[in-house]
């Protein structure tokens, strides 16, 4: 498993995660082997939300069925995410401190690694956002900072009041659904749908600015729309890419839609959405593949994205 410290962070983080929005209807003995599986694959860092499962219970189900040692706590990285009410979204100071500390009480952890902003509230106030921000920061009650979803605009707007350092971006991408990288690639390509730039340059932005890409939703064809490995009928040259290129290094498919994203310069973290252990370890094996220039460019290319 390969690992990096994120800039901006002292975190020694595996470059795959195991996200835990599916587990609430785990028992324990489901969610410890999960957990277990991800250990042992060399996956440290494990994602949630306070919306997972509805009012903190995937955080819940997390808390109650693994018990860390001091020493396995210092040794993973927990992270969650904070903003997502029922119809709403909200970033003011009460919410953020409110839920952080149900986060808490859930994971039953005395702090979290990393909170992320989940997805752009337009009501936000900034100096709200940094109030929340150093109350957590200043308590020890969270470590590292980060955004979800978000534009380089957005995050500019915060950087003017928040002080402390927004290290991650979770943003969803796979080889079928990748328009921040896709649109790059065919910039000024009047007519061509692909050259549409739909998040303001994020992936250039964040590299400009020491900012870690976490991409979610890594085997998704679009939102939610079901997974493309294995779909023929729909995506039959790129499971033939990725069923020859899985044999040539010796791993399965879906190790290699894992090394497509791992492969970039960008040193992206891949959010795993799986409750299956088997998964986790298919997965997980794609971050030691580094795959060639030719092979990154057949799957971009076999999943329908143009090279102009």
């Not at 040692?69 to 992270?79: D, G, K, L, M, N």
């Not at 978000?150 to 003017?160: A, V």
């Not at 002080?163 to 009047?190: C, D, E, K, V």
Request: proline share 5%; aromatic share 8%; charged share 20%.
């Amino acid at each position: 498993m390969k690992t990096l410290t994120p800039p901006q962070t002292t975190l020694h983080a595996s470059n795959v995660i195991l996200g835990l929005m599916r587990i609430s209807t785990l028992d324990d003995q489901e969610i410890n082997a999960l957990v277990g599986t991800a250990r042992e694959a060399g996956i440290n860092v494990f994602d949630h939300a306070d919306v997972y499962g509805g009012d903190h219970l995937c955080e819940r189900r997390f808390g109650d069925a693994v018990t860390f040692t001091p020493a396995e706590r210092e040794s993973v990285i927990i992270q969650s995410k904070v903003g997502i009410r029922n119809g709403f979204w909200d970033f003011s100071k009460e919410h953020i401190l409110s839920s952080v500390e149900k986060t808490l009480a859930a994971l039953r952890t005395d702090y979290l690694d990393t909170l992320l902003l989940h997805r752009p509230d337009t009501l936000m106030e900034p100096d709200e956002v940094a109030a929340a921000f150093d109350s957590l920061h200043g308590s020890g009650k969270v470590r590292n900072f980060g955004v979800s979803n978000e534009t380089p605009g957005q995050i500019e707007l915060l950087k003017r009041s928040v002080q402390q350092p927004l290290a991650f971006n979770q943003m969803q991408l796979s080889i079928t659904h990748a328009p921040l990288i896709a649109a790059g690639m065919a910039a000024n390509m009047a007519g061509l749908d692909q050259s549409i730039d739909r998040d303001n340059g994020i992936l250039d932005y964040s590299r400009l600015h020491d900012i870690t890409l976490q991409a979610w939703s890594p085997f998704q064809k679009g939102f939610f729309d079901g997974v493309f490995i294995g779909d023929r009928e729909n995506f039959g040259p790129l499971n033939d890419a990725l069923d020859e290129i899985a044999s040539a290094h010796g791993v399965t498919p879906t190790g290699i839609a894992v090394a497509w994203i791992t492969r970039h310069p960008a040193s992206m973290q891949v959010v795993l959405g799986t409750t299956k252990p088997e998964r986790v370890t298919q997965s997980a094996a794609g971050s030691d593949v580094r795959l060639d220039r030719e092979e990154w460019y057949r799957l971009f290319t076999a999943a329908g994205h143009k090279l102009p």
